[in-house]
């Protein structure tokens, strides 16, 4: 499909999520079961190792076995794919580039250094760093709100100026903020812009290009077919965001807020509430995943809400 740019980077991308057994161990016959499903849901794209893969507990070996099985299985399809390079140490991040640069991904998506937050210069440096090493492969910023230093839109030029081949970012939870997106709509050039995926469609309303969707995780033929339907027929996009948005706020905000699971744990569950794939429940050690007990209550709840999802 060649190279993406700033114009091609749009529209509904599903995550890889990391699929594992009881002992967190990686299931990878089950994540190709799970890349054949999200082919099959026709996205827009689709993009590992973000939070959702939990990139963060990989060893190099895993991280490689997961990239060449979502590039294989994309370059055949004819399916767009990024790999996120993220890691928490700056070195371990810029050898994992080195690494998939021969799988030819669209782009690739990088964090900041995690340890200590980065000022201007520094986040510089290392966009910088990663980008030389990427050869002719584009640079996604994943700024999430708990990134050690979250950007403002204002400071997104900062980085564009220096590098180029900076073509988006995802962005932090904006909460349809008119004045937010004031100000991405005055800094977005040269960018696509990405906002949480239960936001899509005001995002696309208000200039946003996409979402990494996390309501893919709850059904990606659904996610897909909302998108789709954002360029069809947006009052009825809207209705059916505000009945998602309804959804997460009931359903799914309780067990980050009240339980204090941690947000990926959340998009696992949702896959299972979903039944779309066989994901696991469990996150690998040592973080905390919700019981499959909770299940039946929220897929009820979800086929009330939002039956176009369950």
């Given at each position: 499909?060649?190279?993406l740019?700033?114009?091609?980077?749009?529209?509904?991308?599903?995550t890889?999520m990391?699929?594992?057994?009881?002992?967190?161990?990686?299931?990878?016959?089950?994540?190709e079961?799970?890349?054949?499903v999200?082919?099959?849901?026709?996205?827009n794209?689709?993009?590992s190792?973000?939070?959702a893969?939990e990139?963060?507990?990989?060893?190099?070996?895993?991280?490689l076995?997961?990239?060449?099985?979502?590039?294989?299985?994309?370059?055949?399809?004819?399916?767009?794919?990024?790999?996120?390079?993220?890691?928490p140490?700056?070195q371990?991040s810029?050898?994992?580039?080195?690494?998939?640069?021969e799988?030819?991904?669209?782009?690739?998506?990088?964090?900041?250094?995690d340890?200590?937050?980065?000022d201007?210069?520094?986040a510089?440096?290392?966009?910088?760093?990663?980008?030389?090493?990427?050869?002719?492969?584009?640079?996604?910023?994943y700024?999430?709100?708990?990134?050690?230093r979250?950007l403002?839109?204002?400071e997104?030029?900062?980085?564009?100026?220096?590098?180029?081949?900076?073509?988006g970012?995802?962005?932090?939870?904006?909460?349809?903020?008119?004045?937010?997106?004031?100000?991405?709509?005055?800094?977005?050039?040269?960018?696509?812009?990405?906002?949480?995926?239960?936001?899509?469609?005001?995002?696309?309303?208000?200039?946003?290009s996409g979402?990494?969707?996390?309501?893919?995780?709850?059904?990606?033929?659904?996610?897909?077919?909302?998108?789709d339907?954002?360029?069809?027929?947006?009052?009825?996009?809207?209705?059916?965001e505000?009945?998602?948005?309804?959804?997460?706020?009931?359903?799914?905000d309780?067990f980050?807020?009240?339980?204090?699971?941690?947000?990926?744990?959340?998009d696992?569950f949702?896959?299972?509430?979903?039944g779309?794939?066989?994901?696991g429940f469990?996150?690998?050690w040592?973080y905390?995943s919700?019981?499959?007990?909770?299940?039946?209550e929220v897929?009820?709840r979800a086929?009330?809400i939002?039956?176009?999802?369950?």
């Amino acid at each position: 499909m060649g190279t993406l740019d700033c114009r091609s980077l749009i529209g509904n991308w599903a995550t890889l999520m990391l699929a594992t057994g009881e002992n967190g161990k990686i299931d990878y016959v089950k994540m190709e079961d799970e890349i054949d499903v999200l082919i099959s849901s026709s996205p827009n794209g689709i993009y590992s190792n973000g939070t959702a893969c939990e990139f963060y507990s990989q060893n190099m070996d895993e991280f490689l076995r997961i990239s060449e099985l979502l590039a294989d299985k994309c370059h055949k399809a004819d399916v767009r794919f990024q790999i996120g390079v993220s890691h928490p140490c700056a070195q371990e991040s810029l050898e994992r580039l080195r690494v998939v640069k021969e799988l030819c991904p669209d782009a690739v998506q990088i964090i900041f250094p995690d340890w200590f937050p980065v000022d201007d210069r520094a986040a510089v440096s290392f966009m910088e760093k990663m980008s030389e090493a990427s050869g002719g492969i584009p640079l996604v910023l994943y700024n999430p709100p708990h990134a050690k230093r979250v950007l403002k839109p204002v400071e997104w030029q900062i980085l564009k100026k220096h590098v180029p081949k900076l073509i988006g970012v995802k962005v932090f939870d904006n909460n349809c903020d008119p004045e937010w997106y004031s100000s991405m709509r005055e800094n977005s050039a040269g960018l696509s812009v990405f906002v949480p995926g239960h936001h899509l469609a005001t995002g696309i309303v208000n200039g946003a290009s996409g979402a990494y969707s996390n309501v893919a995780c709850l059904n990606p033929f659904a996610a897909q077919k909302w998108y789709d339907m954002m360029g069809d027929d947006i009052e009825s996009a809207m209705e059916l965001e505000s009945r998602i948005r309804k959804f997460m706020s009931e359903c799914i905000d309780p067990f980050i807020v009240k339980m204090h699971y941690p947000n990926h744990a959340c998009d696992r569950f949702m896959a299972n509430v979903g039944g779309w794939a066989d994901v696991g429940f469990s996150l690998r050690w040592p973080y905390a995943s919700i019981p499959e007990s909770f299940v039946p209550e929220v897929r009820e709840r979800a086929h009330d809400i939002i039956p176009e999802f369950v």
